[in-house]
């Protein structure tokens, strides 16, 4: 009897730790390996803040080892604060508004380091394209043909007030509203675009260098006040300010159907679409850089853009208004899809002409010529 009773401690005592054991073998089974977690920052342009933020969470939950961070800053300040360091993070993705940035960063990191800035070729994310927008009733004073014209905006900054172009006293002085193209691309391609319809020409730097395109430009800096580092503050500002403060802008096309319904509530009617003709398609285009990233962080940033490339992440783009860049996702039969949402004036198939992007030594020249005006 004593004896039994001793060896009973003894065999709780081995069960309780097998017991231990094989909880930690689960445990570890289980757990993410020290050596495969991976943490990527994604730096982005503002105009994919809304559809990176609602992919997140989704990310997480696929890839759990892979910690993910998101920036967003202005397209051109992008490329500037990571050439310049200016960061206090260390970046994995660039995520511009379009690939001639990466470009611009391929070509100045060669001059200063002698080697290739990005692990693989920069990489297509979403499409969209610059549009105009005005509040309705000025659009059809300014439009009469409904259709976005270059010149009746220069009219309109001449004249300085809407009494003068045959519309409502009451609403005072024109405003037109455009991002800071020292920082931002969409207000590159709009100086680049107003620049080519002034000319009736091509864009390069000898057209930009015209007295006709420097005087543009004068006006254009004398009439936008402190314009916006990026299209999306634009656009909420745009919004917030309404009529009378903000009558017609320049933003993208992802942007305006994305925040259209916002403009419908905030000042009791929306903005109309205009497109452009011509218009430039703006591809947000994804690399993976060298600087502070090893092999293992490359890898998970290739899971991250491969993510982003799948047809139903591209359906959250198209839901953000972004035209998507894989051919299986159809624009009109994506749930919530803002092209099924009778916005005025937005097209699945504008009639306009699209051009290619201005190159990087194009948009240098732009930004030249924008800091000389005066």
Do not use: C
Not at 157 to 182: R, Y
Not at 353 to 363: G, H, K, N
């Amino acid at each position: 009897m004593q004896a039994v009773l001793k060896s009973t401690p003894n065999r709780n005592q081995r069960l309780a730790t097998s017991i231990a054991i094989l909880l930690g073998s689960l445990a570890l089974a289980y757990a993410p390996l020290p050596g495969l977690n991976r943490s990527i920052v994604v730096v982005s342009g503002t105009e994919l803040q809304e559809p990176l933020q609602a992919l997140e969470a989704r990310f997480r939950q696929k890839y759990p080892n892979i910690q993910l961070a998101l920036k967003f800053q202005g397209s051109q300040e992008l490329a500037n604060n990571y050439l310049d360091e200016k960061n206090d993070f260390k970046p994995t993705v660039l995520i511009p508004a379009n690939g001639e940035i990466l470009k611009e960063i391929d070509s100045r990191w060669r001059t200063q380091q002698g080697s290739d800035p990005f692990y693989d070729t920069p990489r297509p994310v979403a499409k969209t394209q610059l549009v105009g927008i005005a509040w309705s009733d000025r659009g059809k004073t300014l439009f009469p043909n409904n259709r976005f014209d270059w010149n009746r905006i220069e009219q309109a900054m001449q004249a300085g007030n809407w009494q003068k172009l045959g519309g409502n006293p009451a609403w005072g002085s024109f405003d037109f509203v455009m991002t800071d193209p020292i920082r931002s691309n969409s207000g590159q391609l709009t100086l680049g675009l107003w620049a080519q319809a002034k000319t009736g020409g091509t864009l390069n730097p000898a057209s930009l260098s015209t007295p006709d395109v420097q005087s543009l430009f004068g006006l254009v800096k004398r009439s936008v006040y402190q314009p916006p580092r990026s299209t999306d503050t634009l656009l909420q500002e745009f919004i917030a300010r309404g009529p009378n403060d903000a009558d017609v802008a320049t933003v993208y096309e992802s942007i305006a159907l994305y925040r259209w319904q916002q403009s419908a509530t905030t000042q009791g009617k929306p903005y109309q679409i205009y497109y452009l003709d011509p218009t430039v398609e703006t591809v947000s285009t994804a690399a993976i850089v060298r600087r502070d990233v090893d092999g293992g962080t490359a890898d998970a940033a290739r899971k991250f853009l491969d993510f982003l490339t799948e047809p139903e992440q591209q359906a959250v783009f198209v839901q953000h208004g972004f035209r998507p860049v894989v051919s299986s996702v159809d624009l009109k039969t994506v749930p919530n899809s803002p092209w099924s949402q009778n916005i005025p004036g937005a097209m699945v198939n504008p009639a306009g002409r699209t051009i290619p992007m201005p190159s990087a030594v194009e948009l240098e020249e732009v930004k030249r010529q924008w800091e000389r005006a005066n």
